[in-house]
């Protein structure tokens, strides 16, 4: 476990936390979008099946136990809680995040390290994991103000993404571990999806201005 | 299951 792997973690980390208790203390999800949050508990039920086969360590599966927790956490408090859910702006939020599903699990089944029923959904999660932003950032374009706690989610995010692909060149002339490059390709897609986010936080925040995303 | 597993990262 290098610094960077565990900052990354530790960012990952505050970022679920950070939406989780918004969302529990204001009791809102307002500028949240709901079908990300759906594709990352997708992401992390698909990934983590070997919490059950596979003891790497305890840091790992508390780790993955959490994310799992969260992610599922904050899908049921946007559907169900009956306070949080009159907050949601179903009318925005209408990415059709299935249209990403699919592919990503068309993906999965061509390209793939090992044709077995675990190797294929821990892919197709990695493909998904790439694009799971994109309804969110749709959303923050479309809602046009940020309010900060969202705008610091998907800042977390990028942040996390960005320091495991840190992680992934330290390992590399380390320990000559070889990220398969699959996951070094989704990774990197997904890193520069937030760019131009990156760019508008880091202009709203050098100008003191709030955050606005051109439509 | 049987050696090293797959994958070690989150």
Known sequence: ?215 | GLGQPMHDEL
């Open chain 1, 1 to 215: 476990m290098n610094i960077f792997r565990l900052a990354g973690d530790m960012t990952h980390l505050a970022s679920v936390l950070v939406l989780l208790l918004k969302i529990h203390t204001i009791k809102s999800c307002a500028g949240v979008s709901l079908k990300t949050q759906e594709l990352y508990a997708l992401v992390f039920a698909t990934r983590y099946l070997d919490i059950f086969t596979d003891f790497i360590s305890v840091y790992n599966t508390v780790m993955k136990l959490i994310f799992l927790g969260s992610s599922f956490s904050i899908v049921w408090y946007i559907r169900r809680h009956k306070i949080v859910r009159r907050s949601y702006d179903k009318e925005q939020d209408t990415f059709r995040h299935y249209f990403l599903v699919l592919p990503c699990l068309l993906l999965a089944l061509l390209i793939h390290e090992k044709f077995t029923v675990k190797e294929l959904l821990w892919t197709f999660s990695i493909y998904l994991e790439a694009v799971a932003i994109l309804p969110q950032l749709v959303l923050l374009q479309r809602t046009r103000n940020i309010d900060n706690l969202t705008g610091q989610y998907v800042f977390l995010l990028g942040a996390y993404r960005s320091l495991y692909i840190l992680n992934w060149i330290y390992r590399y002339f380390t320990e000559r571990h070889f990220v398969h490059w699959i996951t070094w390709i989704a990774g990197l897609v997904q890193t520069l999806l937030y760019a131009d986010f990156f760019y508008y936080y880091f202009e709203s925040w050098k100008n003191n201005v709030k955050l606005q995303l051109p439509a």
